[in-house]
C-alpha cells in the first residue's frame, strides 16, 4: 500500500541551525501538509502546497519556515534557525485532489530535538 | 477561536467492552470530520464524514456525525489490545487544513 515516508526519523540540533526534514508524499498526491505535535500537545497545521505554491500557512509558519518541491518526488520544511521552542515531532501529509483533500495521509514523523 | 474537542481525554477498559469517543468542534467553514488512530507515531486514517446522521462502519469500529449540535462519536465494539492508541478527531476546515483535537487515549486491558 503505498505511504508517505520521511527522513530523517530524529533530528538533533543545536539552536539556530539550519535544519530540513524531508517528505515523500504517495506518488499520485497532488496536496501536500506539514504539521507538527509538541510533545503532549495538539496536532497542528503549519502549511499546505499545491501547484508548486503554498496555499495557506498558520501563524505558527513564519519567515523561519519555508516549504519546497525540489523535484517530482520530494517535499521538505526548512527551518532556518532553530529555536528551543522548535523541539517537536513534524508530520508531513498528502492528500489526492480537491475532492478528497481533507483525507489526508500521514507520513510517519521527524522528531526534532533543538538543544 | 476554532477548537475541537475530544472526551474523555483517558479512558481504560477490559477486552470485550464497547467505547464511545466523543469530538465537538467549533470550526468557521467546516468541510469534513476525521478520525485518525495514532499508535506509535503517524496518525492512520480511519474514517472521514461529511454528511450527518450516515454512519461509517469498518470491522468493529463505526463513526457518525451530527452537523447540527456539532458532534460526532466513534465506537469499537469488542475491544482488543491492538486498539489500545490514542485517537484524534480532527475537522477539515475550508480547503486545506486539519483542525486537531486533543485526543483521547484508549487503554484495552486483558
Known amino acids: 500500500e503505498p505511504e508517505v515516508t520521511q527522513t530523517p526519523s530524529h533530528q538533533v540540533t543545536q539552536m539556530g541551525q539550519e535544519v530540513i526534514l524531508r517528505c515523500v508524499p504517495i506518488s499520485n498526491h497532488l496536496y501536500f501538509y506539514w504539521y507538527r505535535q509538541i510533545l503532549g500537545q495538539k496536532v497542528e497545521f503549519l502549511v499546505s502546497f499545491y501547484n508548486n505554491e503554498i496555499s495557506e500557512k498558520s501563524e505558527i509558519f513564519d519567515d523561519q519556515f519555508s516549504v519546497e518541491r525540489p523535484d517530482g518526488s520530494n517535499f521538505t520544511l526548512k527551518i532556518r534557525s532553530t529555536k528551543l521552542e522548535d523541539s517537536a515531532m513534524y508530520f508531513c501529509?498528502?492528500?489526492?485532489?480537491?475532492?478528497?483533500?481533507?483525507?489526508?495521509?500521514f507520513g510517519p514523523g521527524t522528531r526534532l530535538t533543538v538543544l | 477561536e476554532d477548537k475541537v474537542v475530544q472526551s474523555p481525554l483517558s479512558l481504560v477498559v477490559h477486552e470485550g467492552d464497547t467505547v464511545t469517543l466523543n469530538c465537538s468542534y467549533e470550526?468557521?467553514?467546516?468541510?469534513?470530520l476525521l478520525w485518525y488512530k495514532q499508535e506509535k507515531k503517524a496518525p492512520t486514517f480511519l474514517f472521514m464524514l461529511t454528511s450527518s446522521g450516515i454512519e461509517k462502519k469498518s470491522g468493529r469500529l463505526s463513526s457518525i456525525l451530527d452537523k447540527k449540535e456539532l458532534f460526532s462519536i466513534l465506537n469499537i465494539t469488542a475491544t482488543q489490545t491492538g486498539d489500545s492508541a490514542i485517537y484524534l478527531c480532527a475537522v477539515g476546515q475550508g480547503a486545506q487544513k486539519l483542525v486537531f483535537g486533543q485526543g483521547t487515549r484508549l487503554t484495552i486491558n486483558p
Open positions: 501529509a498528502s492528500s489526492l485532489d480537491m475532492l478528497s483533500y481533507n483525507e489526508q495521509f
Open positions: 470550526v468557521t467553514n467546516f468541510r469534513s
